[in-house]
């Protein structure tokens, strides 16, 4: 279990380090250079506002050097300054983070609870009407736009209702019980597509668990329906399943700027909507290696919840 923890561990340095290149490169091949596109609407700019610019954008020196400098100040937790602002980044993330971090889980939540409970349900009653019925809930789900149904919600609920979802934030710790009631309604819809996607993955692999001859077996012996399904296929079906809602968790970290804009919360997708629209590439450099280091935090957690539910793979990886 250590060797494969420690390869796990390796794996996702790797890949943030790799990200690291990526998020720093991609805003040096931005067509045209980022100081002329930031003096654009300012008229001429003199050569010392100009080396001052580039400074801020960490833009000055030796390619090797920028990105060393870059690295080194993420190091100690420096993101760098905003340069609309000029105010440190550091805070705003740590601000609008928990906002994305809560409604994505909250969405991925509501997302696995219904795909596995629709999955085995279907699963158990093969060829009936209910296995019909939930295949074509999840089918609709998987089809329809969330944010669409938000938008009709929202619309019709102002015009023939009088109502309007909350439009003012408020922290988890300050009132948990309106916290809950502005996220509730943005997570369930954010959660339909993936709900989808996870009710046919487990439909599909319960039906291949359940035709096992362990399962006959089990059902011989006299255990009930209840520990059959839940405690003998599931485990067994699951694995696949654990592997799509850590891709999806990515998914769903980046979807949430769509759900952020319609229900007015601040997270940090709409942080960097509107740093892209201001033009603050440090900000969009800050957020994007953030946002990039929890998906890779993520899918090492999902990779070690492999080895805790099936220790075949962490026995048998290279």
């Known amino acids: 279990m250590i060797a494969y923890l420690v390869r796990r561990l390796l794996l996702a340095a790797l890949t943030v380090v790799i990200m690291s290149f990526l998020v720093f490169g991609s805003i040096r091949i931005v067509p045209g250079k980022a100081v002329d596109l930031l003096l654009a609407n300012t008229g001429a700019a003199t050569p010392a506002e100009r080396q001052d610019l580039e400074q801020k954008l960490g833009l000055s020196g030796p390619i090797w050097q920028q990105y ?7 190091a100690r937790g420096d993101l760098g300054k905003s340069v609309f602002s000029d105010q440190p980044i550091g805070p705003q993330v740590k601000r609008y983070l928990p906002v994305t971090l809560e409604l994505g889980l909250m969405s991925m939540a509501m997302s696995t609870i219904l795909g596995l409970a629709l999955g085995v349900f279907a699963a158990v009653k093969h060829g009936s009407f209910w296995d019909f019925s939930s295949t074509s809930v999840g089918v609709a789900m998987l089809s329809i736009p969330g944010y669409w149904i938000a938008t009709l919600i929202i619309g019709y609920g102002a015009v023939y209702f009088g109502w309007t979802p909350p439009l003012i934030y408020v922290p988890f ?7 809950l009631g502005q996220f509730w309604l943005p997570a369930l819809l954010m959660s339909f597509s993936t709900a989808g996607v996870l009710m046919r993955l487990t439909r599909t692999t319960m039906l291949e668990v359940l035709r096992q001859d362990y399962i006959r077996t089990a059902r011989a012996k006299g255990l009930g329906s209840f520990v059959v399904t839940w405690r003998h296929a ?4 699951i694995v696949p399943v654990i592997t799509m ?3 999806y968790l990515g998914f769903v970290l980046g979807s949430t700027v769509i759900f952020e804009q319609i229900f007015a919360l601040p997270g940090i997708g709409r942080y ?6 201001s033009r603050d590439y440090p900000a969009v450099q800050a957020v994007a ?9 993520i899918n090492l957690v999902v990779d070690i919840a492999y080895g805790v ?3 075949r793979i962490r026995y048998g990886s290279s």
């Open 272 to 277: 960097m909507i509107q740093s892209i629209n």
């Open 234 to 237: 599931l485990r067994n079906a």
């Open 245 to 247: 809602i850590g891709i």
């Open 68 to 74: 060393g400098t870059w690295v080194g100040n993420l």
């Open 309 to 311: 539910i099936d220790p």
């Open 289 to 297: 290696i953030v946002v990039a280091t929890f998906v890779v935090i």
């Open 173 to 179: 710790r300050d009132d948990p019980l309106a916290n």
